[in-house]
DNA sequence: ATTACTATTTCCCGAGTAA
DNA sequence: TTTACTCGGGAAATAGTAA
């Protein structure tokens, strides 16, 4: 796929064979040929790029050489530039609903040693026994739960005790309204369904916030360095 | 300056705006404010754009949100991607020309135990007594040469012994035919012009490649990762 | 072979305007 | 207010061709 219009594709090619330290010996069919245009496309737009400044032509006996300028390498760099921000900036994921009411399995479940142990080790804080329930309000939050679930890293094992088996679960760190250390809980078997998260907190959050039911609330992940990016965009759901 | 067409000022304000996790709310007469364009284009781009599925538009009630897909999210991506090899790899500047012989000043000033000295702790290696003389031959090269001048960042001293004043002169290091550790010596004051570069090496240069004068070389200095490229871009002549 | 002109077509932008 | 249509002018691309 291909974004770019022609003086970029040719700024580009240009950049991408190091005519920005040395000149080029190319003609305007090859070029045209490289640039998927017309030779007269490339011939016009090198004559149009060197009135603009963004490259040099130099014609010496038969063969016309050409490299990009300050300018040129500039235009490029700029844009790189831009572009970096994107990407290699943190990636803040907010996910925002209503405070809703379960039926105090949050409590029973972080209870239980086993549940309880291994999020304090894992997830690094004590847990207060208890979640707090999210009923996610717009498309967007719901797909990036979606993702979220995908790239949850912290695994909580299930186990079995006596005769009932405890199902496992993952987590990933979060803020609660952009502040409190929290993580989300994604449960393996959950009755709730994909436009529902639970949050785990050091605090008791419906205390610490004055929560109501219906209260609007919001969590934002942050994925460090967009590096993992390709990932990223990889679980997101379409 | 600006180098992006219409769609892509469009898929680069979407992404910087974060609308890869959450979508936005903007009108296209807000949207053609941003990409300074009329608020039919920016109707119409919208509309391609989605067509060709790089956007996607989610519309509730009166209000329009707007958000990348991951088409469009990648298309960026890849954009970057082909970016950062140009910027972040090591840049390579070459100089080619011809060896000349000098008058033996290159023998004198390096065995003088003061230069000696300094080459052997400052450059890394044990310098051969001699330079070797490159007149360069193509305006790129003339034109690297002024910029290594400038980026040279090996410092030798000048000194005063009895009554003659010795000056100083910088080296950077580089490769003699791509391969053999060497360096580029410029001295403050040389009678040489623009277009002569001096090398030192720890070997002798003319018996390891069996040189003669008049024979083409190449010197190529490898600058570690262009991340100091906004300085070199600075440095170069036009 | 090459580059780059002129003519023609195709594409894009924005004014006007409807819904 | 919105969005997005039609349409006219102009820019950009290609064909043909000269030098």
Do not use: W
């Not at 190091?18 to 080029?24: C, N, V």
């Not at 039926?103 to 004590?126: A, D, H, M, N, W």
């Not at 995908?150 to 006596?162: E, T």
């Not at 309204?177 to 369904?193: L, P």
């Amino acid at each position: 796929m291909q974004i770019l219009n022609s003086k970029e594709k040719l700024l580009l090619f240009l950049a991408q064979n190091g005519a920005y330290t040395k000149s080029l010996a190319i003609s305007t069919s090859a070029l045209a040929q490289q640039l998927r245009t017309s030779q007269q496309s490339a011939s016009r737009l090198l004559i149009l790029l060197e009135k603009e400044g963004y490259v040099e032509k130099i014609i010496i006996g038969k063969t016309t050489l050409v490299r990009l300028t300050n300018r040129g390498l500039e235009a490029l760099r700029d844009l790189y530039i831009q572009l970096r921000e994107i990407f290699e900036k943190p990636m803040e994921i907010v996910l925002e609903g209503r405070v809703f009411s379960g039926l105090g399995e949050g409590f029973y479940y972080i209870s239980l040693p086993q549940y309880f142990e291994q999020i304090k080790e894992r997830v690094g804080f004590t847990p207060y026994p208890g979640t707090l329930n999210i009923q996610l309000l717009s498309k967007d939050s719901i797909e990036n739960r979606i993702l979220l679930e995908k790239l949850a890293d912290i695994p909580i094992d299930g186990f079995v005790d006596g005769q009932r088996t405890y199902g496992k679960a993952k987590c990933i760190k979060a803020l609660f309204m952009g502040e409190q250390e929290a993580a989300i809980i994604f449960a393996e078997r959950t009755h709730y369904g994909k436009d529902v998260i639970e949050i785990i907190a050091p605090v008791y959050l419906r205390g610490k916030y004055g929560l109501r039911d219906g209260d609007k609330v919001f969590v934002k992940v942050i994925l460090e360095s967009s590096k993992q990016d390709k990932n990223i965009i990889e679980a997101r759901v379409e």
